[in-house]
C-alpha cells in the first residue's frame, strides 16, 4: 500500500498489548514498540510488526531475516514459521494457530479500531457489488454524510480518488484495510463502504471488522480457480452473515442462495435479517421499466410506503441492486428522501458506462461483465436499444470453464459477437478465443468474428455496428491496463472506442475525398 494511505501520526503500540488475550505463543509479553503492519518482507519500515505467513512456493519466514535487517520491531507468524526462525531470529516471535486471522486482528488494534468508529457498509456477491457500494456512497452523499469506499474500482473518499501502488484484488490485506479505515478516521468520514470478495472472507481480510450492514446480491459461477466448487464459494460468502460478522444482514432472496442464505440468519438470531426480493419480502420490488435513453425505474414497497426507483443506469439488475442499496442505507439511518435523490443521481466507472461519440455514432456502453450471468444481464438491458454488437474477452489464468458459456451469452443476445482478448496473463491468448469462440458458435445462426488484439476489435466492433445499434465493449470495464504475460499495458475501453471512432471517422473523410476527385 502507498505510504499515502497510512495514518498519520501513528502512534507506537507495545507488542504485548496488541496480541493481548488472541492466544498466541512466543514473546507475548514483549514491550518492543510497533508502529506498522506488513506481510511484506520487502515493504517493512523501522518499528513494523512483520507477518510471515505460508505461501503457494515459500513460507514467509525464510524472509524474516530481511524484514528484521530492515528494522522490524518484531515477527507474527504461525507454528510453522517459529519453527522455520530458528532460536535466534533476531527480533520477538510471536506465533498463532490462524496467523492471518490473528493478523487481522492486530492489524485493528494497531490502528486503534478505526471500523468502531465509521459506520460501517459491507456488501458480497457474485455481481453487482461494484455497483452496489457506488449506489450506496450516492445515498449517503445525498443524505450529507461523507463515506469512503474500498473495492474493485478503487479507493475513494468522497468524490475524490485515493492513489495507492494497488493490483485489482477488491478487498485489500487486513494490515492495508485497517490503515485505510483509519485514514478514513482522520480524514473526516462518517462511513465506510467496502466490497468484500470470497477471497477476502476466506483469508480473513475483514476480520475484526463488526459491520452495521452486510448485504448479499447474488451467487453465479465465478472464482473457481480458487474455490473448490460452488459450495465452497457461496461457504465462503456466507462467512459475512455468521453471528458476530453485522448487526443487520439485507439479503435478495429471489437468489435461491440468498433463500438459504437467510434462513441461516433466522436461524442464528444474533442480526436484524431484512429481505427483498420480488414477492414476500420486507421490500418488494416490483414493475421494471427502461426509462430512455439508459436508465430505468421501479416501485418498491416496504410495509404500508411505496417508493419510486429511478436510475441513470439501465437494466433490471442494476434496479435490484438500487433496491438492496435503499434497504442498506434505511438500515444505517439515511431518510427515504435522501436515498432516492442518491440513487436516481449515481454513475458508476466502467459500470453501464455510455460513451459519447457524438452525433451519428452508434451508442457505445462499457461494463465489467465478466461472468455468464453478468454477460446475459448486461446485454438483456440494452437489446431495447438497438441491435447489439458485443466485443468479449476472457481473463487468462482464471476459470476457464465458463468461457463458453460466456461466448454462448454474448452470442445467443448479439446481432454480431467479436471475440477477441481481455487479460490474457500468462497464457495464450488465442487458446483463450478458442473457448470463448466455441461457445459462441454453438449458437444457431449467430455472427461471430475473431478479432485478435483488443484495439483491432473495438474498432472493427464500432466498423460494422448497424444504425441504431449498440455497441456493448464487455469484461474490462474500469480497468486502465491490460494484463499481458510480462508486464501491464496502459487500455482503456473508454479511451479506446473514442479513438477508434476517431480513425473510423478520419478514413470516412479521406475516403470520400478521394471519391470526389
Known amino acids: 500500500m502507498d505510504s499515502a494511505l497510512r495514518p498519520a501520526g501513528q502512534p507506537p503500540v507495545p507488542l504485548s498489548a496488541l496480541v493481548s488475550g488472541l492466544g498466541l505463543t512466543g514473546d507475548t509479553g514483549s514491550r518492543a514498540l510497533v508502529t506498522g503492519i506488513t506481510l511484506d518482507s520487502r515493504a517493512v519500515e523501522h518499528g513494523w510488526l512483520y507477518v510471515a505467513l505460508p505461501g503457494t512456493r515459500a513460507h514467509g519466514a525464510e524472509f524474516a531475516g530481511s524484514a528484521v535487517a530492515a528494522g522490524a520491531a518484531a515477527v507474527l507468524t504461525d507454528d510453522e514459521g517459529r519453527r522455520i526462525l530458528g532460536p535466534d531470529p533476531g527480533a520477538p516471535v510471536v506465533a498463532a494457530e490462524d496467523a492471518r486471522a490473528a493478523m487481522a486482528l492486530v492489524s485493528a488494534r494497531l490502528f486503534g479500531e478505526p471500523a468502531r468508529q465509521l459506520a460501517t457498509l459491507a456488501v458480497t456477491g457474485t455481481n453487482g457489488k461494484t455497483t452496489t457500494v457506488a449506489l450506496l456512497q450516492a445515498g449517503l452523499a445525498a443524505a450529507g454524510r461523507l463515506a469512503g469506499t474500498i473495492g474493485t474500482i478503487g479507493f475513494r473518499l468522497g468524490d475524490e480518488e485515493l492513489v495507492s501502488a494497488r493490483g485489482t484484488v477488491t478487498t485489500p490485506e487486513s494490515p492495508d484495510l485497517q490503515a485505510l479505515l483509519a485514514v478514513f478516521v482522520q480524514r473526516g468520514a462518517e462511513a465506510a463502504l467496502l466490497e468484500v470478495s470470497s477471497h477476502a472472507l476466506a483469508l480473513s481480510r475483514v476480520d475484526g471488522i463488526s459491520f452495521d450492514v452486510a448485504g448479499f446480491l447474488n451467487l453465479g459461477r465465478d472464482h473457481l480457480d480458487f474455490h473448490r466448487d460452488l459450495d465452497d464459494y457461496f461457504e465462503a460468502k456466507a462467512r459475512l452473515f455468521e453471528p458476530g460478522r453485522a448487526a443487520t444482514s439485507v439479503i435478495w432472496t429471489d437468489d435461491p442462495r440468498g433463500r438459504e442464505l437467510a434462513d441461516r440468519v433466522r436461524a442464528h438470531g444474533e442480526s436484524r435479517l431484512v429481505t427483498v426480493g420480488t414477492e414476500d419480502a420486507d421490500y418488494r420490488l416490483a414493475d421494471y421499466r427502461d426509462v430512455a435513453p439508459l436508465g430505468g425505474a421501479a416501485r418498491l414497497v416496504r410495509g404500508g410506503e411505496e417508493f419510486e426507483l429511478r436510475l441513470a443506469l439501465p437494466g433490471r439488475y442494476n434496479m435490484i441492486d438500487a433496491a438492496v ?56 438491458s440494452l437489446a431495447a436499444v438497438g441491435p447489439l454488437v458485443s466485443v468479449l474477452g476472457c481473463g487468462g489464468d482464471r476459470d476457464q470453464a465458463k468461457r463458453p458459456e460466456m461466448g454462448e451469452a454474448a452470442a445467443s443476445r448479439s446481432a454480431l459477437t467479436v471475440v477477441t482478448d481481455d487479460n490474457p496473463r500468462s497464457e495464450e491468448p488465442a487458446a483463450i478465443r478458442a473457448q470463448v469462440l466455441a461457445g459462441a458458435r454453438s449458437v444457431a445462426g449467430a455472427t461471430v468474428a475473431e478479432v485478435a488484439g483488443r484495439r483491432a476489435a473495438i474498432e472493427e466492433a464500432l466498423r460494422r455496428a448497424p444504425a441504431g445499434g449498440v455497441v456493448a465493449i464487455l469484461g474490462k470495464g474500469h480497468e486502465r491496463g491490460q494484463i499481458l504475460a510480462d508486464r501491464v499495458a496502459p487500455f482503456d475501453d473508454v479511451e479506446e472506442a473514442v479513438a477508434a471512432w476517431r480513425r473510423l471517422r478520419e478514413e470516412g473523410a479521406r475516403g470520400g475525398s478521394e471519391h470526389d476527385g
Request: proline content about 5%; cysteine-free.
Open 325 to 380: 442499496a435503499f434497504a442498506m442505507l434505511e438500515a444505517a439511518g439515511v431518510s427515504a428522501d435522501a436515498a432516492l435523490r442518491g440513487l436516481a443521481a449515481a454513475q458508476v466507472p466502467g459500470r453501464m458506462q455510455r460513451v459519447d461519440l457524438g452525433e451519428g455514432a452508434p451508442v457505445v456502453v462499457v461494463d465489467f461483465a465478466h461472468t455468464p450471468q453478468a454477460v446475459g444481464a448486461a446485454l438483456d
